[in-house]
């Protein structure tokens, strides 16, 4: 499943739509976003995974939601079950992401 580019006025539906999402906000000067990209685009492709809908959303394009998860910098990551936040911080590398994935995964079945 490709990387869908969301907004504020879009994440709301989508988190009550999808079962499961992880929501990647990023910064065009973000080394670590740029970085830790072509990890992201293999989870998204990975079949363990296409439970998950992967969003990435530009946080200074989208106040209400990095405001909403706490976003405290970039790459910050948030992921939703059944349109609640479960968890979201600060991601600095391809086993943080691979983590929160398989938390996702697992989470609450």
Known sequence: MAIQT????????????K?????K????????CKQLAPSLERFAQDPKYQGITFLRMEASENPVSSKEVKLTGTPFFATYYNGTL???GLVSNEDEVKALLDSLLNCCD
Not at 6 to 17: G, P, Q, T, Y
Not at 19 to 23: A, G, L, T
Not at 25 to 32: L, P, Q, R, S
């Open 86 to 88: 479960k968890s979201c």
């Open 6 to 17: 969301s907004s504020d006025a879009e994440l709301r539906s989508i988190i009550f739509e």
């Open 19 to 23: 079962e499961r999402v992880i929501v």
């Open 25 to 32: 906000f990023i910064d065009e000067e973000c080394a670590v």
